[in-house]
């Protein structure tokens, strides 16, 4: 699978509302993607984002990622992320192991 593709649909998976309702994504999950510092700008690619109007400065935390996505009841999306993001660090990032994890979102205020 090509680079562009595996970033492709890993946006998808992650952001698109569209596929979420297709494929009955509604469990609430956190994706945790931990790297090394030089190597986090090859997760530029994640299109989501939150915007807050604030004062002050806010920075991306240093070596780390949580996004949250939808799941279906058989964790099929969350599955797939993880096959992505192996073939992707093995294509792209080259860590020896790339720490990536998915957890169930049991409660939350957003």
């Avoid at 931990?34 to 920075?59: M, N, Q, S, Y």
């Amino acid at each position: 699978m090509a680079v562009q593709a595996i970033q492709d649909e890993l946006n998808i998976l992650l952001f698109d509302s569209k596929f979420q309702t297709a494929c009955d994504a509604t469990d609430r999950e956190l994706l945790t993607i931990i790297i090394a510092r030089p190597k986090a700008h090859h997760f530029d690619f994640l299109t989501g984002k939150t915007e807050w109007k604030v004062r002050g400065k806010w920075r991306r935390p240093e070596n780390d990622f949580d996004v949250e996505f939808k799941d279906s009841a058989e964790e099929s999306v969350g599955k797939r992320i993880i096959a992505l993001l192996k073939a992707y660090n093995t294509k792209v990032v080259g860590e020896t192991v790339l720490y990536a994890r998915t957890i169930p979102i049991e409660e939350g205020t957003l």
